[in-house]
């Protein structure tokens, strides 16, 4: 699992890196063919708009009637000199043929500004009112230019003035955004549902190793604990053979309390374990009354108190809470207060101090147990109340337990609707807060 977990984890990530590096090549491409489409299908309607206003629609010259015949010279006027886009068509005009040629390429909603000039110079300029501006900033707004020449043969050709049809689309690369909006966000969101994916599977693997580790700690840490006491038992079974012991009472006595004993703390373990997986069944009953939380707290400091002595530490205890009636069960809550002090005697180092102190406070009972023991760090900290977990200890080989103490802890503070946090410093010890809801006496 060692092995195989970091090769996965290299492995999905440069799929996913290869993916969406490839995204990015293929939004690119598309936005690069969608702006040549865009300014293809402009030109076209530059153009189409270059035709239709070099039709012979328009207002002519007016030339004189005498009596319904044209004189020769009045025609070879038109022909010679026939008028300018400038003379011929007004501006909105302009922009009415324009937005039609415009309508027939599908750029219905396309603003543009536009200009018809003179390139010799003669005749008056029009443009669109903001034609100039964006002419100027025309690296921004590349501008498409026509020239509206006369048709190839006609007599005009070489004589009347040139002129030029100036197109330009303020923004072109905002609307070619637009119409890629849809690909883009579904691209995005495609890599979102990817990256989530990535996270949950490097989650569940970093946290089927831990549930590997653990399950690992656990078998280490249950042959242990069942693998001394049978020992110790079969040597005094052993002992109760030898003919010398059996004719001793007194040794007799000794060797079958001995039996005893280690009978009692392997069903203690086992129960424990039952216990755990009870808990994890959430079939676990309390049978919460009305009582006096320092009574059940005075019961736990009963229990530890000979293992505190022994180690010549001491106990500073400060009942303080004014009211301290909760609805509890006697035997579970005595129990998760023995664990979290039990747990200060395991992990003390010389001249242990346990500080335990209660305090009420509007309709919240408080307990803080305070200890000065080897204390933990952020990670053991913030994994404490998970199950089957224990932390590293260093030199510390005589800690001893399956890693359940503080699930079950957590278990029985939830189970009478409190709270539980902790505090810690390696080196300075351990503070644990609990909080209860106060039933009224």
């Known amino acids: 699992m060692k092995k195989i977990f970091p090769v996965i984890t290299i492995l999905i990530l440069l799929s996913l890196l290869g993916i969406i590096f490839f995204q990015i090549l293929w939004i690119k491409g598309s936005l690069l063919s969608e702006e040549q489409k865009f300014r293809e299908h402009v030109a076209m309607a530059t153009y189409q708009a270059s035709v239709d206003l070099m039709s012979e ?48 390429q599908n750029l219905q909603k396309i603003p543009f500004e536009f200009a018809v000039s003179s390139t010799s110079g003669i005749g008056e300029e029009i443009q669109s009112d903001s034609f100039m501006k964006l002419y100027v900033d025309s690296a921004n707004n590349k501008p498409v230019v026509l020239p509206l020449e006369s048709p190839s043969g006609s007599l005009s050709e070489g ?131 009305k009582l006096h939380a320092h009574d059940l707290i005075t019961s736990a400091l009963n229990n530890i108190y000979l293992q505190v002595e022994e180690i010549k530490g001491k106990l500073d205890v400060n009942l303080a809470a004014t009211n301290d009636f909760l609805m509890a069960d006697d035997v579970h809550f005595t129990n998760l207060v023995s664990n ?44 404490i109340f998970e199950k089957f977990y224990r932390a590293h200890t260093g030199n510390l080989h005589n800690v001893k337990g399956f890693g359940l103490g503080l699930s079950y802890v957590k278990t029985m503070v939830d189970a009478h609707k409190g709270t539980i946090k902790a505090e810690s410093v390696p080196g300075k010890g351990t503070v644990f807060f609990l909080s209860f809801p106060l039933t009224k006496g």
């Open 340 to 383: 979290l002090l039990d747990n200060a005697v395991k992990y003390s180092r010389d001249n242990l101090r346990i500080k335990i102190s209660t305090q009420s406070t509007g309709s919240v009972f408080k307990i803080k147990i305070e200890d000065n023991g080897i204390g933990m760090n952020k990670e053991t900290l913030s994994r």
């Open 57 to 104: 629609k328009g207002n002519l010259i007016p030339l004189s009637k005498k009596g319904g015949f044209i004189f020769p010279s009045e025609r070879l006027q038109r022909d010679i000199f026939k008028p300018t886009i400038i003379q011929r068509y007004s501006r909105d005009e302009i922009k009415d043929i324009i937005r039609k040629a415009f309508d027939k």
């Open 159 to 289: 004589i009347s003035p040139e002129e030029l049809l100036i197109l330009i689309v303020p923004h072109a690369k905002s609307f070619i955004w637009q119409s890629m909006t849809w690909f883009i966000i579904g691209a995005i969101v495609f890599t979102i549902i990817i990256l989530c994916a990535f996270f949950i599977t490097v989650r569940a693997l970093i946290k089927q190793k831990k549930l590997s580790e653990i399950k690992s700690d656990f078998i280490n840490n249950m042959t242990h604990e069942f693998k001394t006491p049978l020992a110790t038992i079969s040597l005094a079974v052993d002992a109760l053979k030898n003919e010398k012991v059996i004719n001793d009472r007194e040794k007799m006595s000794y060797f079958t309390g001995i039996i005893k004993e280690e009978n009692k703390r392997m069903n203690k373990q086992v129960e424990t374990i039952l216990q755990a997986a009870l808990l994890d069944k959430q079939e676990v009953q309390l049978n919460l009354k």
